[in-house]
């Protein structure tokens, strides 16, 4: 079970394939994360989607559907421990993915949709909005305020990036900053923010180059966690496998973000203490 105790008590990862392929990938996924995790002593929340309904192309793989999806996540949570997280397009698969996951994604592509979003909220379960690529970070309260009208304080926000011109995105780390006056727990998605979307004509490219760079830089403005789809052969993943990071790079990356994460943690804390005399 999340709590807000936990999600505050240490750096949190939520990383998984971009879609539920099969439970053999994501099994090898979570086991492997898991590991590299409780390695560095980071929470871990294991991420995959049963269905991309926002494909570029209406040839790309959406994914094994809802049941096919949540039976594979459930195998997941049963055999691991885990937490699970997946997204949602419809206001009437939010109950039964509440049955399933701890916590319940909003697109960013979505994130204006009140229904989807009071859907969500309404399940008692965490809610992470995505950031649009479109919206400002200030304007995020809107959304955050329509699932707490539910009575539901369990509110996470994501930062994904925001569309720069044609098939690209750039990231504003002002925007972390700005989410977490008004959000308790913000975290930063590093490799959907260096997606180029459409870049590749009908699918989305991607710069996994940068995800390094750009998750440190996050880690230096503040966040409660880190955001990444890592898969063990990105080239051959069935979605987002451009932007995708390896699974041979992810301990490195979380050691390098875990440590700056707890560097600015204890600077704020002698902050508050205030000066020695």
Same mark, same amino acid.
């Given at each position: 079970?999340?709590?807000?105790?936990?999600?505050?008590?240490?750096?949190?990862?939520?990383?998984?394939?971009?879609?539920?392929?099969?439970?053999?990938v994501c099994?090898?996924?979570?086991?492997?994360?898991?590991?590299?995790?409780?390695? +560095?002593g %980071?929470?871990?929340? @294991?991420?995959?989607?049963?269905?991309?309904?926002?494909?570029? $192309? #209406?040839?790309?793989?959406? &994914?094994?559907?809802?049941?096919?999806?949540?039976?594979?996540?459930?195998?997941?949570?049963?055999?691991?421990?885990i937490?699970?997280?997946?997204?949602?397009?419809?206001?009437?698969?939010?109950?039964?993915?509440?049955?399933?996951?701890?916590?319940?994604?909003?697109?960013?592509?979505?994130?204006?949709?009140?229904?989807?979003?009071i859907?969500?909220?309404?399940?008692?379960?965490?809610?992470?909005?995505?950031?649009?690529?479109?919206?400002?970070?200030?304007?995020?309260?809107?959304a955050?305020?329509?699932?707490?009208?539910?009575?539901?304080?369990?509110?996470i926000?994501?930062?994904?990036?925001?569309?720069?011109?044609?098939?690209?995105?750039i990231?504003?780390?002002?925007? +972390?900053? %700005?989410?977490?006056? @008004?959000?308790d727990?913000?975290?930063?998605?590093?490799?959907? $923010? #260096?997606?180029?979307?459409? &870049?590749l004509?009908?699918?989305?490219?991607?710069?996994?180059?940068?995800?390094?760079?750009?998750?440190?830089?996050?880690?230096?403005?503040?966040?409660?966690?880190?955001?990444?789809?890592?898969?063990?052969?990105p080239?051959?993943?069935?979605?987002d496998?451009?932007?995708s990071?390896?699974?041979?790079?992810?301990?490195?990356?979380l050691?390098?973000?875990?440590?700056?994460?707890?560097?600015?943690?204890?600077?704020?804390?002698?902050?508050?203490?205030g000066?020695?005399?």
């Amino acid at each position: 079970m999340i709590t807000a105790e936990i999600l505050k008590d240490r750096l949190f990862f939520i990383g998984g394939p971009c879609v539920a392929e099969s439970y053999e990938v994501c099994r090898q996924i979570a086991e492997f994360a898991k590991s590299v995790c409780e390695r +560095l002593g %980071i929470t871990y929340i @294991f991420k995959s989607s049963y269905d991309k309904a926002n494909r570029s $192309s #209406v040839r790309s793989y959406r &994914g094994p559907g809802i049941k096919e999806g949540l039976e594979i996540l459930k195998r997941i949570k049963e055999e691991f421990h885990i937490p699970i997280l997946t997204d949602i397009h419809h206001p009437e698969d939010a109950e039964a993915c509440a049955e399933v996951v701890d916590i319940i994604q909003i697109p960013a592509l979505l994130c204006r949709q009140t229904d989807l979003l009071i859907s969500a909220g309404r399940t008692g379960k965490w809610v992470n909005i995505k950031k649009g690529q479109f919206m400002a970070p200030w304007d995020m309260r809107n959304a955050v305020e329509k699932v707490r009208s539910t009575g539901n304080e369990k509110v996470i926000l994501t930062e994904r990036g925001t569309t720069f011109g044609y098939n690209n995105l750039i990231n504003d780390m002002r925007s +972390l900053v %700005i989410m977490k006056q @008004f959000c308790d727990f913000v975290v930063f998605d590093a490799t959907h $923010s #260096v997606q180029l979307p459409g &870049g590749l004509g009908s699918c989305s490219g991607g710069q996994r180059e940068f995800i390094a760079p750009l998750a440190r830089a996050a880690a230096g403005a503040g966040i409660d966690g880190i955001f990444m789809e890592i898969h063990p052969h990105p080239d051959n993943a069935l979605c987002d496998g451009p932007n995708s990071l390896p699974l041979n790079q992810l301990e490195t990356v979380l050691k390098e973000v875990k440590a700056i994460h707890e560097f600015v943690k204890e600077v704020h804390k002698k902050g508050q203490r205030g000066p020695r005399t």
